[in-house]
């Protein structure tokens, strides 16, 4: 199983709106995240915007296919695109660049 963390930054203007926004995702996205193998995945703000997403995935490359195929996917980062600093015009399931692992005790 692959451990996948992740850094982005929201708009220090939309914090308030991104947490309720993810307190009532979507029921087709939880799913297509589900049936596309992101496992235990969790998203952490902090006030200054700073968001640290992890997940667990058997396959990263393979979790993010199956999500870029998934119409509900395209819809949830064309309104959650607006959200983040420095995307540089890519979306934001686009711009997630997995931390390198340098530590972990199981």
Known sequence: MQRVCFLLKVR??????YRERHAA????????????GWHNYSLFLRDDGLLVGYLETEDFAAARAGMEAADVNARWQAEM??????????????????LTEVFHLA
């Open 12 to 17: 220090q203007d939309r914090l308030a709106e």
């Open 25 to 36: 995702v979507w029921p087709e996205m939880l799913e297509a995240l589900s049936a596309t």
């Open 81 to 98: 695109a607006p959200f983040f600093e420095s995307l540089d015009g890519a979306r934001p399931d686009e711009a997630m660049k997995p």
